[in-house]
C-alpha cells in the first residue's frame, strides 16, 4: 500500500490532472470488483480511482503513476470474468467510462473511431442505426466497454462466424510507459509494417498500456437471421451432429451447446416445455439474406437430424430471443442450485469437445462436486461449473482444484487455459505451467520492454 504522505499527495496531483471532481476514493463501489466477485469475492482497494476525461488526461496519469512507480489499473465496464479490473494491489485504477466520444464514423466506408469507454451495446446501436454490423456481442454488451473487449480481446457466440474483437480491430490509440500516447494502425484495413503491435495491444488486459481509442470496421448488416434449437440424448450425439453441421460447410453465426447437467436445470424454464429424452442442447443461430437463411436452415436442420429428439426453429424474432433468453438464463440458473459456482473458460480443438464436456463432470465427480458445461461449442470454447455452496469453503477449495486440473487436461489434448475470459489475477502464474518457460519467457520480456518498472496491472496477465 502507498505511505500516507504518498496518498495526501497523489489526490492533490490527480485531481491537478483530472479535476477534484474525478479523483474519487481508493473504496468506492463498484471499483474494488469485477463480474468474477460473484464467483470467487476477489475484492481490492485502489489508492485512488481516476475519471479522465481524454486521451491526454489519460497519458498525464500514466506519466504521474510512472514518475511515482504507483501501480495502474485499468478500467472498463467491470464485467471481466479473470479479476483483471480488480486493484488487488492498490495503486491508481483508471476508469475509462468518461470517455465515450465517437471521434468519427463513416457508414459508407463501414468504419469508426471510438473512444475506449463507449459499451459494447452502444457500439452495437451505432452500427445498426446505419444498417451496419459489428459482430463481437460478450454477453455483457450493456457492461463492457469496447476498450475493455479490445483489452479482453472479448468473444462470445457469433465468435463462431465473425471472429473476435481482435478481428474488428484495425487500429489503436494507447497510452504506453512512462506516459507516452501513441497510434498503431488506424482507418487502413491493413498494415504489415513493422510487427504487429495492433495484435499485441488486443488482449492484453492492461498489462501493456491504456487504450483510449479503437478504429473499428464493420459490415453490412446482413437483411434475416434465424434460431433454432435441436436436442440429443446425450453429448456424444450432440458433438456428433456438431461436427457433421460443420463438415457439410453450414457456417452458422452462433453454434452452441448446453451438455446434461446445465439442460437439467434449465429444463423448467425451456420455453414450451421439453421432452424428457432431451438432454444436451445445441443452439444455432443463423443469418445472411432471406434466401441465404432459407437454404441454410434446410442444410442445418438436415445436419442436426440425426440423433436428435426435439427440435425447435423460432417461428420469429420474439421465439429467437425467448430461445436466447433461456441460454443466456443458464448461468444464473445453474448458480442457483447451490448458491455458488466456479467457472472456468477453456478452449479445445472441435474434434475434442466431447472429450472435454465428460472430463469436466469426471474431474467435478473426483473433487466431490457436480459441474455441468455449455458454450460456443463451433469454436470448442467451453464454460465449465462447478456448484459449490457460497459459504462452503471446503467446496470452494476443491473446485478450485478441479479447475487448475481440467485446465490441465485442455492443454493435454491441444486445447488452452482461457478461450475469451483470459488470465487476470484469477489464473495468474499459470503461463508458465502451461506454456512452457520459453513461451513464459517471450511473454517476460515483452512486458519488461513495454513496462520496465511492471506498473501497468502488476501481477495480472502472468
Ligand atoms: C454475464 C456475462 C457474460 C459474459 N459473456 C462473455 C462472452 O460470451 N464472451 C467473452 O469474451 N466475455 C464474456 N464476458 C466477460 C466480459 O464481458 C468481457 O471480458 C468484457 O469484454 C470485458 O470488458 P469490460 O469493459 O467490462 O472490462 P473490465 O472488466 O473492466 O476489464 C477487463 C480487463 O481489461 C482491462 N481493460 C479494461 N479497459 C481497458 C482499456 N481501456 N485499456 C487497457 N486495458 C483495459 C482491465 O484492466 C482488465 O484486465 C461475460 C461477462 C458477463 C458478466
Known amino acids: 500500500m502507498t505511505p500516507a504522505p504518498m496518498l495526501a499527495a497523489l489526490g492533490r496531483d490527480l485531481a491537478g490532472i483530472v479535476g477534484a471532481a474525478h479523483v474519487l476514493s481508493g473504496d468506492t463501489p463498484p471499483y474494488g470488483e469485477d463480474a468474477s466477485h460473484d464467483r470467487v469475492g476477489l475484492h481490492g482497494?485502489?489508492?485512488?480511482?481516476v475519471r479522465p476525461a481524454d486521451a491526454d488526461e489519460v497519458r498525464r496519469v500514466v506519466a504521474w503513476c510512472y514518475e511515482h512507480e504507483v501501480p495502474i489499473v485499468p478500467r472498463g465496464g467491470g464485467s471481466g470474468l479473470a479479476g483483471g479490473a480488480v486493484p488487488v494491489a492498490g495503486g491508481v485504477v483508471v476508469a475509462m467510462e468518461r470517455m465515450t466520444a465517437v471521434r468519427s464514423f463513416d457508414a459508407p466506408l463501414?468504419?469508426?473511431?471510438?473512444?475506449?469507454?463507449?459499451?459494447?451495446?452502444?457500439?452495437?446501436?451505432?452500427?445498426r442505426e446505419s444498417g451496419l454490423l459489428f459482430p463481437p456481442n460478450p454477453g455483457a454488451v450493456e457492461q463492457s466497454q469496447i476498450g475493455g473487449n479490445v483489452a479482453t480481446n472479448a468473444g462470445g457466440p457469433r465468435a463462431f462466424k465473425y471472429g473476435v474483437t481482435g478481428n474488428w480491430v484495425t487500429g489503436l490509440e494507447v497510452v504506453v510507459a512512462p506516459g507516452e500516447l501513441i497510434r498503431v494502425g488506424g482507418a487502413r484495413r491493413k498494415d504489415v509494417a513493422g510487427y504487429d503491435l495492433r495484435g499485441l495491444f488486443v488482449g492484453s488486459e492492461g498489462t501493456l498500456g491504456i487504450v483510449t481509442s479503437v478504429w473499428l470496421r464493420f459490415v453490412p448488416a446482413p437483411a434475416a437471421s434465424l434460431r433454432l434449437a435441436t436436442f440429443y440424448e446425450g453429448a456424444a450425439a450432440g458433438c456428433a451432429a456438431i461436427e457433421r453441421l460443420v463438415g457439410n460447410g453450414?457456417?452458422?453465426?452462433?453454434?452452441?451447446?448446453?451438455?446434461?447437467?446445465?439442460?437439467?436445470?434449465?429444463?423448467?424454464?425451456?420455453?414450451?416445455?421439453?421432452?424428457?429424452?432431451?438432454?444436451?442442447?445445441?443452439?444455432?443461430?443463423?443469418?445472411?439474406?432471406?434466401?441465404?437463411?432459407?437454404?441454410?436452415?434446410a442444410e442445418t436442420l438436415e445436419a442436426l437430424a440425426d440423433g436428435a429428439v426435439a427440435t425447435v426453429v423460432a417461428a420469429d424474432a420474439r421465439e429467437g430471443a425467448e430461445l436466447w433468453r433461456w441460454r443466456d438464463g443458464l448461468s444464473s440458473a445453474v448458480t442457483a442450485v447451490r448458491g455458488g459456482r466456479l467457472g472456468e473458460d477453456i478452449v479445445v480443438p472441435l474434434d475434442r469437445l466431447e472429450d472435454v464436456i465428460a472430463e469436466v463432470v469426471r474431474i467435478a465427480a473426483r473433487h466431490g462436486l457436480d459441474a455441468c458445461s455449455w458454450g460456443h461449442a463451433g469454436d470448442g470454447n467451453v464454460h465449465a461449473n462447478f456448484l459449490v455452496g457460497a459459504h462452503d469453503v471446503q467446496a470452494q477449495r476443491a473446485?478450485?482444484?478441479?479447475?487448475?486440473?481440467?485446465?490441465?487436461?485442455?492443454?493435454s489434448i491441444g486445447g488452452s487455459i482461457s478461450g475469451e475470459h483470459g488470465i487476470g489475477w484469477l489464473k495468474r502464474g499459470r503461463l508458465e505451467r502451461h506454456q512452457g518457460p520459453v513461451v513464459a519467457g517471450i511473454?517476460?520480456?515483452?512486458?519488461a520492454a513495454l513496462d520496465p518498472k511492471n506498473l501497468l496491472n502488476p501481477g495480472k496477465k502472468t
Open 45 to 49: 482497494v485502489a489508492d485512488a480511482v
Open 399 to 411: 473446485a478450485g482444484a478441479a479447475a487448475v486440473e481440467l485446465c490441465d487436461y485442455a492443454v
Open 250 to 297: 453450414v457456417v452458422p453465426a452462433a453454434l452452441e451447446y448446453a451438455d446434461e447437467g446445465a439442460v437439467e436445470i434449465g429444463r423448467p424454464s425451456f420455453p414450451g416445455g421439453l421432452a424428457p429424452a432431451a438432454r444436451f442442447a445445441v443452439l444455432i443461430e443463423l443469418d445472411g439474406s432471406q434466401a441465404d437463411v432459407a437454404a441454410q436452415r
Open 110 to 127: 463501414w468504419r469508426a473511431e471510438i473512444e475506449a469507454g463507449l459499451s459494447t451495446a452502444d457500439v452495437i446501436r451505432l452500427g
Open 443 to 447: 511473454h517476460a520480456a515483452i512486458k
